[in-house]
């Protein structure tokens, strides 16, 4: 892969009444050379997308349109619980008693082919019970049972969820009810992914969204929908699908950086195709695959990348020192600008004459040197 090229605008030597005019120099194209799999960005060819990378500083998107994000909903409806009930690892929370309407309301969202999770008359099911259903398999009848324990009743609880994301700075997004089910909750792939990294500091949630099942007091055991959980080192968020929706996915990836296990969020909106998770699930996958490559790019010393001088009197500018580097495909393709000082006197051999920046977030700047010795034109030879 060519990481980056340059661009340098040349310096024209201007006339000044000085003793000598000031050298010319030329820069030449810079080729980076990356000994790494150099494949670009994996952004899915239908929807929107985004990528959420904290400790790398990393928020970009792919037509980040306003559409609706189906049972993605369901990690604000977590969001405004965790607020309003906190709850930490190993602690239950309060509970409720299922009544008959409870049950009535699941059958009819069965009916519906919404994703719900059976209840029976007179069960107890606690807070944590209820945010394990909700975000292992998808509930929508425990986000209406969330809801009515947190605000009393749904319409309160969707202005809570609204609310909070004004708070969050969520410009794109818009619920109208706790599910997802309804076609006008609505937002973009990077509101969902910062929601989805912010969520995700609690260890409850993250420990929640990691398992592949979860065992429930009356229904058994339930299976997460979330695509390739607990595979190639996925540990969540949530997934969801509705016709105008289309496919959409909030993945969270563990990987290496360094010594430190990091953690990276692509997010998939209005993918299409078969059950439509599935193809969401893939183009998650491959976003962050792309993303969390690390390339290793080498320059050697002695390469030139311009020249210097008088006329026909000139020297190869060429780097000082070799320099190795590393950077993350997720901050973007590798850049390097070149910059030459202008002189108007003889230039030495070996002379530090410009520097060059290369990086693709922060940026190194390396030596550029005079190959050989260069004597600017006498006063006779230019009026010759």
């Known amino acids: ?17 000085l003793l000598h005019p000031l050298a010319r120099s030329h820069v030449n194209a810079l080729n980076v050379s990356s000994s790494g799999t150099g494949e670009p960005i994996a952004w899915p060819s239908v929807g929107s997308a985004a990528l959420v990378i904290p400790s790398l500083g990393v928020e970009r998107s792919w037509h980040n ?11 604000m409806t977590a969001y405004v619980v965790l607020k309003r009930l906190p709850l930490a690892q190993g602690e239950t929370g309060p509970c409720i008693t299922i009544t008959p309407d409870d049950v009535i309301a699941y059958e009819q969202l069965k009916v519906s082919d919404q994703s719900s999770v059976a209840v029976t008359n007179g069960e107890s099911l606690c807070e944590n019970d209820l945010l394990n259903g909700l975000l292992v398999h ?12 947190v605000a009393g009743n749904v319409t309160d609880f969707v ?4 609310a909070a994301a004004r708070n969050l700075g969520m410009r794109g997004t818009s619920y109208a009810d706790v599910s997802g089910f309804s076609d006008e909750s609505v937002s973009t792939a990077l509101d969902q992914g910062r929601l989805a990294a912010l969520l995700m500091k609690s260890p409850l949630v993250r ?11 009356f229904a058994g055991t339930v299976y997460s929908f979330t695509p390739d959980v607990g595979i190639d080192n996925v540990i969540g968020v949530k997934s969801g699908r509705t016709a105008a929706a289309g496919g959409c996915d909030v993945m969270a990836m563990t990987f290496l950086n360094g010594n430190t296990t990091d953690v990276a969020y692509a997010v998939v909106l209005g993918q299409r195709g078969g059950n439509l998770l599935g193809p969401a699930g893939e183009a998650a996958l491959a976003l962050e695959q792309s993303a969390t490559t690390q390339d290793h790019s080498t320059l050697a010393a002695g390469t030139v990348v311009g020249s210097i001088g008088w006329g026909a009197r000139r020297a190869s500018v060429v780097l000082a020192r070799s320099a190795s580097f590393s950077w993350w495909a997720a901050k973007g393709a590798l850049s390097a600008h070149v910059h ?11 002379q530090v004459v410009g520097y060059v920046s290369v990086g693709a977030h922060q940026q190194r700047r390396l030596a550029l040197v005079a190959s050989a010795a260069v004597a600017p034109p006498s006063l006779w030879q230019r009026l010759r």
Not at 1 to 17: E, K, N, T
Not at 159 to 162: E, W
Not at 207 to 216: A, K, M, P, R, W
């Open 340 to 350: 030459v000082r202008r002189f108007s006197s003889g230039i030495d051999k070996g």
């Open 207 to 217: 420990g929640i969204v990691d398992q592949t099942s979860v065992v429930l007091p």
């Open 138 to 149: 998808s509930a929508s009848n425990y986000a209406v049972l969330l809801a009515n324990m």
């Open 65 to 75: 349109s306003v559409q609706p994000i189906a049972s993605l909903t369901k990690l």
């Open 159 to 162: 202005a809570l969820m609204n």
């Open 1 to 17: 892969m060519l990481g980056g090229v340059v661009a340098a605008a040349l310096i024209i030597g201007i006339q000044l009444p």
